[in-house]
C-alpha cells in the first residue's frame, strides 16, 4: 500500500470532491456532530476556501483513493510574534483507521507550519475523543497551559447571527 500526503487543490475538480466527501464523513460521526453538511455549506465550501488566502489544506491518498484530510488556518501568536497553524479539520475514514493515516497528515501539517515560519500548531479536540487524544499525544501535542495553577485553556464558541 501507498500513503502520501498532498496538499490540497481546490481547483482540481478531483480534490474539491474528496474534500466535499471526505469532510460529509466526518459531520456524520458523532465526533464530528453526527449530522451531514447542510445543502447550502457543500454549494458553497469550495469556492470559500478558494477566498482564504490562509488556508492550507492536504489530502491523504492510499493507493491513489483519498482516505483523509487536514483542513488548517493560518494564524498569529502575540506571544511570540510569530505565524502559527490551527488545525480546524482532521478526519480519516473509518475503514482506514489504525494505518498511520492519521499521523502522516498531522506530520504534512508539521511541515507545513515549518514552511511557513510558525511557532506552533494549534487544535481543538473534543474532550470524549479518546482515539483522538491519543493521536495526537504521538504525535506531540499536549494540552495548552501557561501556567499549571491557572489550569489548562478551553475552546469556547459564540454563533453570532447570520443576515
Known amino acids: ?15 474539491a470532491a474528496a474534500l466535499l466527501e471526505l469532510l460529509e464523513h466526518y459531520a456524520q460521526d458523532p465526533m464530528g456532530g453526527g449530522q ?32 483523509g484530510l487536514i483542513n488548517c488556518f493560518a494564524g498569529f501568536s502575540t ?3 510569530k ?26 501539517a508539521e511541515q507545513r507550519a515549518g514552511e511557513l515560519g510558525c511557532c506552533k500548531l494549534t487544535l481543538e479536540v473534543l474532550s470524549n475523543n479518546a482515539r483522538a487524544m ?15 495553577a491557572a489550569g489548562q485553556a478551553l475552546f469556547l464558541q459564540k454563533y453570532l447571527k447570520q443576515e
Open 36 to 67: 451531514g453538511l447542510k445543502p447550502e455549506v457543500k454549494a458553497a465550501l469550495v469556492d470559500g476556501l478558494k477566498g482564504v488566502a490562509h488556508f492550507h489544506g492536504g489530502l491523504a491518498l492510499l493507493d491513489g483513493q483519498a482516505v
Open 1 to 15: 500500500m501507498s500513503l502520501q500526503v498532498v496538499a490540497l487543490n481546490l481547483e482540481d475538480a478531483a480534490h
Open 134 to 148: 491519543a493521536s495526537y499525544e504521538r504525535a506531540g501535542f499536549a494540552p495548552y497551559v501557561l501556567d499549571p
Open 79 to 81: 506571544f511570540v510574534a
Open 83 to 108: 505565524p502559527l497553524l490551527n488545525i480546524h479539520d482532521i478526519v480519516v475514514r473509518r475503514e482506514c483507521r489504525a494505518q498511520g493515516i492519521g499521523q502522516a497528515l498531522l506530520a504534512w
